[in-house]
């Protein structure tokens, strides 16, 4: 059973750097993340990736506008990514199975969904 389980391929994650202005969170770099929970139904990023994005951010005049990952089913927050919602306090984006969806989590116990945008900067 562990070795079916070691096959599966890991939960993806990164941090999103851009800039937050008014309701609008401009993502303008995608700084990929280590899983270090190795598991595919799991994450946490790794402390040497959140430095190395703050440092990117920090360098850019930017700020850590997001939190991205994929889920192996839909696209709804976890019951571990409510947990992450309250100490990272950011847009998170979540990938699954049927799409992509975007939530935040409001007066630190509503999740509300996000509207996402893709905007090309060249018609910007």
């Known amino acids: 059973m562990k070795l079916a389980e070691e096959a599966k391929p890991i939960?993806?994650?990164?941090?999103?750097?851009?800039?937050?202005?008014?309701?609008?969170?401009?993502?303008?770099?995608?700084?990929?993340?280590?899983?270090?929970?190795?598991?595919?139904?799991?994450?946490?990023v790794s402390p040497d990736d959140i430095y190395r994005a703050y440092r990117v951010a920090e360098e850019k005049d930017m700020e850590i506008v997001g939190i991205f990952h994929f889920h192996p089913a839909e696209p709804l927050p976890s019951g571990k990514d409510l947990d992450g919602m309250k100490k990272w306090p950011v847009v998170w984006l979540i990938m699954g199975l049927s799409g992509m969806r975007a939530f935040k989590l409001v007066n630190n116990h509503e999740v509300v969904e996000v509207e996402l945008s893709v905007v090309n900067e060249l018609d910007a």
Do not use: Y
């Open 11 to 44: 939960e993806s994650c990164a941090i999103l750097i851009g800039v937050v202005r008014g309701d609008v969170v401009k993502v303008v770099e995608i700084c990929p993340a280590k899983n270090v929970d190795k598991s595919p139904t799991s994450f946490s």
